[in-house]
């Protein structure tokens, strides 16, 4: 396991890992994501040795919901538990607003992942066009 630190970031430096692991060989301006500058979205960046290796975005939804987007780590440090980390440092985040469930559009690919980590699909699974089958994913937090 790879150690990180971990601390919140701007939405423009998501951009230096989502951009090489989910929109690659695409225009930068499409990392950029639908409230991703509300006043309510946190974004957390994975650090090693300085480098910017991983990320993950917190969104509030306007009926309260919490929802997890934008998770990537990038190729070379992948499966050495920094996503697992990201995800856990985003679950701690969450509890201390006293919520519970946290979902996601989880990418098909990615679905394992999550399962690891205790989530669990909620429903059939769906495209959206240009990067493929995605499932509803959950979480209620103990
Ligand atoms: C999915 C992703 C974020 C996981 O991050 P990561 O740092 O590689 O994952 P971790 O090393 O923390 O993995 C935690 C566990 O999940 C497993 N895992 C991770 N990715 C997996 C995959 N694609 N398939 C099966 N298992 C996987 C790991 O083997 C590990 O298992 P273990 O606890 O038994 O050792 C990363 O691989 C990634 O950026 N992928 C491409 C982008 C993507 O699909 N993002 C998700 C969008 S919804």
Not at 55 to 60: G, K, P, R, S
Not at 70 to 99: C, N, S, T, W
Request: include cysteine; proline fraction near 4%; hydrophobic fraction near 40%.
């Amino acid at each position: 396991m790879h150690t990180v630190v971990i601390q919140k970031i701007s939405s423009q430096q998501t951009w230096a890992v989502r951009h090489p692991v989910l929109r690659k060989g695409r225009p930068v301006k499409d990392c950029i994501f639908k409230h991703d500058d509300d006043k309510s979205t946190l974004h957390f960046g994975a650090y090693q040795a300085m480098i910017l290796v991983g990320v993950v975005t917190l969104i509030v939804n306007s009926n309260g919901d919490f929802q997890l987007r934008g998770m990537a780590v990038l190729e070379p440090y992948q499966k050495f538990g920094i996503g697992a980390q990201l995800v856990r440092h985003l679950e701690d985040h969450v509890r201390k607003f006293y919520r519970e469930r946290i979902w996601m559009n989880a990418r098909e690919i990615a679905v394992p992942f999550y399962l690891k980590l205790g989530y669990v699909i909620s429903g059939k699974p769906f495209d959206i066009p240009g990067i493929g089958a995605h499932y509803v994913m959950e979480k209620v937090l103990s």
